[in-house]
């Protein structure tokens, strides 16, 4: 089926959100978070785990992230011919990391909470001073006020050199730029949702592992991702168990925007697709898209060969 989204005004339209989308991230990043009040028997109780290195690299995160949208639109367009659902899904994917970034950045700056282990980002040196002014690397205390909801940035020296000189060239900028741990579930939540539809898991091909199974996988992927977050103390519990509810809440409700509910008979199939249907059914003109395979259900003894039922 041609592609339907064409160029048109509508389409400028979403490109343009997500613009403004980028653009409002990208300044937030440049804002100090909240400066909370942090007394000495917290800073030593809650906040005095040891520093460990990311057991997930930012450059494997953004790769998994940014690949695996990108591999089921490939899926869409060259294995199942749809060139509609490969620009659909896309849009869904790059509308809930835009709408994300912005949510969880903005309650990261309200919040400040403070990591696990930011009494070695205030005090390297494991000494306190007596007003708990803190003597360590601005960036990296900056960055230790941000734990709440889940989100981190992989420093390594090279990264702190190359953060430090935007901050004194680039409108102050005081941090390397972000690695937002919640897209995990954005990201691969949306891809979660796009194989149930297509897959049918919870419409028309109920009863089927390997469907089941498939559909899970990238939500089990996101759930290491996000937990290894407290094996290297960067984050609490919390900031994990709100981090992750955010980040799979955007990627349904962003799908949903663009795709039919998952429990239809036109699961996986696009909004356009079905709409462009609807009218050609209403001018009269023939169905030539693949929603009608979609409708199509298995009949069973027990209905006496009844096409269909809500349940199957």
Known sequence: MPLIRSASFSLFIEILVRIVLVLAFCYMETMPPFVRVIHRPE???EYKYPRKESYVPGGAMWAIVLSVPCMLSLLAWAACNDCNDAFEIL????????????????IKLISGRPRPD????????GVETEDLQCTGDPLDIMEGRKSFPSGHSSYKSADRVTAYNLYVKVCHVNRSVPLVRVVSFCSLGVASAWLC???GVLSRRRGSGTRVVCCLAPLV??????????????????????????????AIFCYRQYYNPLSSDLAGVPYVVSNANLIKYMNGKPDISPIKDCKEVESTPLLNGRKEDKWI
């Open 197 to 199: 539809g297509r897959l």
């Open 118 to 125: 930011f009494f070695y980002r205030c005090f390297p040196d």
């Open 221 to 250: 992927a996101a759930a290491c991702v996000a937990l290894s977050r407290s094996c290297d103390y960067h984050h609490h519990w919390q900031d994990i168990l709100v981090g992750s509810t955010l980040g799979f809440s955007v």
């Open 43 to 45: 800073l030593e109780s």
């Open 91 to 106: 849009l869904a994917w790059s509308l809930g990391l835009g709408i994300n970034g912005v949510l969880t950045d903005m």
